[in-house]
């Protein structure tokens, strides 16, 4: 099974505009088939949100916002996770500067959520690690709060 974490974004900022932020900031580039690609550590696929869509309104029951902008991050399981994760925080810090709302998930598992510009990191036990905490510092640079979330069923 694969391991792949969802950045869902209330966001004026589509796609395209997205990818090609993060390809400046980690001088990567978009693949010709639409993927953000950065080396072999980072992958990242997206989707616009349509207004109305069915995903859009099962976000705005869970977690109280909309999503417009939907990124994906699956891990390369030949890469070396904690890198992958460092890379991933830093990338959804780039995504938080232009959102207003969002939530990062793993399956039904959020690892964190920023609503009314409220970041909270999850410190439940199926998605905390030790160290988990030291990485957080070192990558987040902006004020957030470590709580238990509740979890999507």
Do not use: C
């Amino acid at each position: 099974m694969s391991v792949a974490y969802s950045l869902e974004l209330a966001t004026s900022l589509t796609k395209r505009q997205a990818y090609y932020l993060l390809a400046k900031r980690f001088e990567a580039q978009v693949t010709p088939d639409g993927m953000f690609a950065h080396r072999d550590n980072l992958l990242i696929t997206g989707w616009d949100v349509p207004p109305g869509d069915t995903h859009a309104e099962i976000y705005e029951e869970a977690f109280h916002f909309t999503p417009t902008l939907s990124l994906g991050f699956p891990w390369p399981k030949e890469s070396d996770y904690e890198q992958f994760y460092r890379l991933m925080l830093r990338a959804s810090m780039l995504m938080l500067e232009h959102a207003a709302d969002s939530v990062l998930r793993l399956d039904t598992l959020t690892v964190f959520q920023r609503i009314g510009g409220k970041l909270i990191f999850n410190t439940a036990r199926d998605v905390w690690w030790e160290g988990k905490e030291k990485l957080i510092q070192e990558e987040v640079h902006v004020p957030y709060v470590l709580q238990v979330l509740p979890q999507l069923l």
